[in-house]
């Protein structure tokens, strides 16, 4: 079993909705970080988070540490949001460990 | 823009042939990560640079070594591969290795004919 698990792996939904992507982890963890990889294959970092939850810009990350579990809300969705999402829980001091990634296509 | 560069972003290589992969970073940073991300698997991280010391090797084969000549440029030769080394390889730096964001470079996209 995968230390890490994302779901869904694809996602489809239209311009406008209201996404959630879900990951679930099995080992202890400092910190969880959610990535975007674009197309062309660049990965940028969209949040590091311990606790709670953070907000940036149309994006939503929520942890909860007790089930071991993180989602990654986008609200009104955007083309331009198509991209595969990364979800990296982080074991220890410095080992991140990746999920598969979820495939999101926004549709206009 | 990261602040992570690699180049080339594209490299088709023949089994025999040797090639080397390049990221430069001037953020300052003294960690240095080089990861593959293969078709439909999670990523997986190969080596750890940290103050231009590998520090982390995870079982990687010896067609692929790593060199940091400085804290600012990481290399990944590359010699003998098979097509199943095929992938992406992304090159990622941290202020330090306990440090708990990356900025990632935008990979080599590597094919291996």
């Known amino acids: 079993k995968n230390e890490v698990e994302q779901s869904p792996q694809n996602l489809t939904a239209q311009e406008g909705e209201f996404i959630t992507i879900n990951c679930s982890y099995s080992?202890?963890?400092?910190?969880l970080h959610w990535l975007q990889q674009h197309p062309g294959g660049g990965i940028v970092s969209l949040f590091m988070?311990?606790?709670g939850k953070k907000k940036h810009g149309r994006l939503i990350a929520t942890i909860n540490i007790q089930e071991k579990h993180s989602s990654l809300h986008i609200t009104a969705s955007h083309p331009r949001d198509s991209a595969v999402y990364i979800c990296?829980?982080?074991?220890?001091?410095?080992?991140?460990?990746f999920g598969q990634g979820t495939r999101l296509t926004i549709n206009p | 823009e990261t602040g992570v560069t690699q180049t080339p972003r594209h490299l088709v290589m023949g089994m025999t042939n040797k090639k080397s992969l390049k990221c430069e970073q001037h953020l300052g940073h003294n960690a240095m990560y080089w990861y593959k991300q293969s078709a439909k698997k999670p990523l997986e991280l190969m080596f750890v640079?940290?103050?231009?010391?590998?520090?982390e090797n995870n079982s990687v084969p010896s067609r692929f070594s790593p060199e940091c000549p400085n804290s600012s440029h990481l290399f990944l030769h590359l010699h003998t591969l098979q097509p199943e080394d095929s992938a992406l390889y992304l090159c990622?730096?941290?202020?330090?290795?306990?440090?708990?964001?990356?900025?990632f470079g935008q990979g080599t996209r590597l094919t291996v004919v």
């Open positions: 990296a829980p982080r074991k220890g001091a410095q080992k991140l460990v």
């Open positions: 640079y940290s103050l231009e010391e590998r520090v």
């Open positions: 988070l311990s606790s």
């Open positions: 080992v202890g963890i400092s910190a």
């Open positions: 990622a730096s941290s202020q330090s290795q306990g440090s708990t964001e990356a900025f």
